[in-house]
């Protein structure tokens, strides 16, 4: 990704959506990290899928089948 990546401005938003009241500078730059590399990872697979299926596009099933494979996600 960017250098710039997700803003960190979203990160708190989803982290008090969650419930969190408060939330350190240091929080939200470990959950932007963490969420780049999953992105990254699942970008990749969806890749090879939509590779294997004869498509050059990306698409919605192939992230979700995609982060299925690469760990427990709930909901879509």
């Known amino acids: 990704m960017s250098p710039r990546g997700i803003p960190l401005a979203a990160m708190e938003a989803l982290m008090k959506k969650a419930g ?3 939330v350190s500078d240091d929080a939200k730059s470990a959950l932007k990290q963490i969420l780049e590399t999953l992105t990254e990872q699942i970008t990749l697979r969806a890749q090879d899928l939509a ?3 004869g498509r050059k596009t990306v698409k919605k099933n192939d992230i979700e089948l995609a982060a ?3 760990g427990p996600f709930h909901g879509k």
């Open 51 to 53: 590779s294997h299926a």
């Open 20 to 22: 969190a009241e408060r």
């Open 68 to 70: 299925q494979q690469l």
